[in-house]
């Protein structure tokens, strides 16, 4: 019912920067709030960025905050997350999903979520 595509990964230097583009269609996204997920090799998926859905809330992990920002343009249905101070550690695939709400709240938790892309690749080197 929605589809997401993330786009925008690629291979940076420490303390550069990238943005992560989610395209979603099928579905306005102005019902869903949006969050972002990361996977190390080896590691479990973890969560990264969420932001509710009208854009008013968000919350970035510890491991994050201060140097990556989600945002979202419903008008474009379109979210993103803005990696800043990249270091090697941030190393992952990132995923899109989407979570579908009647309030204007967001979530950490990854079961919550409805949808997900597939995930675009970011590497980092030292």
């Known amino acids: 019912q929605v589809q997401l595509v993330e786009s925008g990964g690629g291979l940076v230097q420490a303390g550069g920067s990238l943005r992560l583009s989610c395209a979603a269609s099928?579905?306005?996204?102005?019902?869903?709030?949006m969050g972002w997920f990361r996977q190390a090799p080896g590691k479990e998926r973890v969560f990264v960025a969420g932001?509710?859905?009208?854009?008013?809330?968000?919350y970035h992990a510890d491991s994050v905050k201060g140097r990556f920002t989600i945002s979202r343009d419903n008008a474009k249905n379109t979210v993103y997350l803005q990696m800043n101070s990249l270091k090697p550690e941030d190393t992952a695939v990132y995923y899109c999903a989407a979570d579908y709400r009647s309030l204007d709240i967001l979530t950490m938790v990854e079961k919550q979520y409805d949808y997900w892309g597939q995930g675009t690749q970011v590497t980092v080197s030292s």
């Open positions: 099928g579905r306005t996204l102005s019902s869903y709030a």
């Open positions: 932001i509710s859905r009208s854009g008013g809330t968000s």
